[in-house]
């Protein structure tokens, strides 16, 4: 039962984040092409700052990948710690 709501979370997951993915790479791609598109000053400039700001949104997506996985931890430890109080109630029970 744990597996498939744990499954289920995870493709969940997997989805938005492809989501997330897929959004931010078809908005880059926009406001690059329309960036190298541009003739005059300030075209580096805003190319560095896309860049910036792109890897702004890796670490945000790490910092979130990292709190998904402590979540799955902690859930997967009381699960864990579930089964071990359940058994040892059962093996008290038996003696």
């Not at 289920?8 to 960036?35: A, C, H, S, W, Y």
């Amino acid at each position: 039962m744990n597996q498939k709501e744990v499954d289920t979370i995870q493709n969940k997951f997997d989805k938005q984040v492809g989501d997330m993915q897929r959004t931010v790479d078809k908005d880059l791609d926009k406001v690059i092409n329309g960036l190298l598109s541009h003739q005059g000053p300030g075209k580096e400039k805003a190319l560095v700052m896309v860049n910036e700001a792109y890897d702004d949104l890796l670490k945000r997506k790490l910092k979130i990948l990292m709190s998904k996985q402590f979540s799955d931890l902690t859930k997967y430890l009381g699960t864990m710690q579930s089964q071990v109080a359940m058994e040892h109630m059962i093996r008290t029970r038996q003696i």
